[in-house]
């Protein structure tokens, strides 16, 4: 059974840092890009970063360009974000995603962890 | 590219047969996928390439178009179809969402 579990959410202040993490199993994580998506309660969904398999290409939205990294371990079946200079408008859900093979959709999810950044 | 689905929020009965548009701001050739969300959860992939059903996924659901249009459809509502459903671009980075479609209970 294919699993990803976030963790390492919770309430930080503005300007703070944290990092989340994301541990997979059930699937050969080497074999699959891995993204991460944010959802402010209540809100839509929103295409947070992505990572290739090698860790070789990463993407990010305009909105956490230079602020937040993406990061994995093969070798320890994890996926990372390290998150810099939170504000407010990082207030959201995150959740871990699988890329799947067929035209790079999502196709697996984790429970998602809450990461709210308030004074 | 931006992605509009409309309506944002409709209220059918079960057994109703429901359609959600996605127009895009851009061609993105098939590269568009439906996901389903119920609170508290992750989405769930419910079709890719524009029209492929993910396995798994009831035969009531059903994608169409290309290009820069498309629609979701669900054929005969049932009650374990009331949720929240989003759109996805695959083509260009960064990936975009459309704003979603909340369908509830008539």
């Known amino acids: 059974e294919v699993q990803l579990v976030e963790s390492g959410g919770g309430l930080v202040l503005p300007g703070r840092s944290l990092r989340l993490s994301c541990t997979v199993s059930?699937?050969?994580?080497?074999?699959?890009?891995m993204h991460w998506v944010r959802q402010a309660p209540g809100k839509g969904l929103e295409w947070v970063s992505g990572?290739?398999?090698?860790?070789?290409?990463?993407g990010y939205a305009d909105s956490v360009k230079g602020r937040f990294t993406i990061s994995r371990d093969n070798a320890k079946n994890s996926l990372y974000l390290q998150m810099n200079s939170l504000t407010t408008e990082d207030t959201a859900f995150y959740y871990c995603?699988?890329?799947?093979?067929?035209?790079?959709?999502?196709?697996?999810w984790g429970q998602g962890t809450l990461v709210t950044v308030s004074s | 590219i931006q992605l509009t689905q409309s309506p944002s929020f409709l209220s059918a009965s079960v057994g109703d047969r429901v359609t959600i548009t996605c127009r895009a701001s851009?061609?993105?050739?098939?590269?568009l996928a439906w996901y389903q969300q119920k609170p508290g959860k992750g989405p769930k992939l419910l079709i890719y390439?524009?029209?492929t059903l993910q396995s798994g996924v009831p035969s009531r659901f059903s994608g169409s178009g290309s290009g820069s249009e498309f629609t979701l459809t669900i054929s005969s509502l049932q009650p374990e179809d009331f949720a929240t459903y989003y759109c996805?671009?695959?083509?260009?980075?960064?990936?975009?969402f459309g704003g979603g479609t909340k369908v509830e209970i008539k």
């Open positions: 995603v699988r890329n799947s093979y067929t035209y790079g959709s999502f196709d697996y």
């Open positions: 059930g699937f050969t994580f080497a074999d699959h890009a």
């Open positions: 990572i290739n398999w090698n860790s070789a290409t990463t």
């Open positions: 851009q061609v993105v050739s098939n590269y």
């Open positions: 390439a524009a029209s």
């Open positions: 996805q671009q695959l083509n260009t980075y960064p990936l975009t």
